[in-house]
């Protein structure tokens, strides 16, 4: 297998400091996890704070191992207060369903984007400005609950 035809993660650079930005190609395993997303991800929040993400799976993307699976699922939970946005660019219809199905899990704002749509996946990722305050939460009214207020009887 060559560099060509393996899965493996591209490093996308035309990103402001504070973005993590990869496409996935191939068949993607753990290893590309530890020795690509991973570091690369822990050593911007080291020098960054709080960090954008955008993560794309091209066209030639063919799917995940059982491991690095695994590895996305921990990487996401271990940093879970460190992304300020998520932007995933894809045509592949399981990976939209399971981003709609756990986006509401997730603290960050979450966005997904079609192939087609590259750009304003990257229009998005700068609206908010920098992300890179340390322990700053994103809090949206339309996801507080209600007080009940309106709920309770009348007075007599």
Not at 60 to 79: Q, T, V
Request: no cysteine.
């Amino acid at each position: 297998m060559t560099r060509d035809t393996e899965g493996h993660f591209e490093i996308l650079k035309d990103f402001p400091p504070d973005v993590v930005a990869v496409v996935a190609h191939g068949h993607v395993d753990r290893e590309d996890y530890t020795k690509t997303l991973v570091p690369l991800t822990e050593k911007k929040i080291a020098e960054e704070g709080r960090i954008k993400f955008y993560y794309e799976l091209g066209a030639d993307f063919s799917g995940f191992s059982a491991g690095a699976a695994w590895n996305d699922a921990a990487l996401g939970l271990m940093h879970l207060g460190d992304f300020a946005r998520v932007a995933v660019v894809t045509d592949v219809e399981w990976v939209r369903m399971g981003v709609k199905m756990f986006a509401p899990l997730m603290p960050s704002k979450m966005h997904l984007f079609h192939l087609s749509e590259r750009e304003e996946a990257r229009k998005w990722l700068a609206e908010d400005g920098p992300g890179r305050i340390k322990g700053e939460l994103d809090v949206s009214a339309d996801h507080k609950l209600s007080t009940m207020e309106d709920k309770a009887p009348p007075a007599p």
